[in-house]
């Protein structure tokens, strides 16, 4: 019996990993913060999306959000850690 009859395994190299925080600059977690902001507050939704930039980066020093990177898109973005 053949295991390739449910499809070929995914590639291991090409599924999202967390990165450590502490591996980023401050400068590249600020605009991981601000991408964040602006995606799930728009431009338009708020006055200031960026206002909540402060607790953004509080969430991911507490580990409650972590940053993920796509080496497919070769991309880094802010999720929940699972």
Not at 3 to 26: C, H, M, W
Not at 38 to 65: C, F, K, M, W
Request: hydrophobic share 35%.
């Amino acid at each position: 019996m053949s295991n390739y009859a449910s499809g070929p395994e995914p590639d291991p190299r090409q599924e999202k990993f967390i990165v450590e925080a502490s591996l980023l600059t401050e400068d590249q977690l600020e605009g991981l913060a601000e991408e964040y902001c602006t995606r799930y507050h728009g431009l338009n939704d708020t006055e200031d999306p960026l206002a909540e930039r402060s607790r953004v980066l509080s969430a991911i020093r507490q580990g409650e959000l972590v940053v993920w990177f796509d080496p497919v898109e070769n991309t880094a973005s802010l999720g929940s850690p699972v």
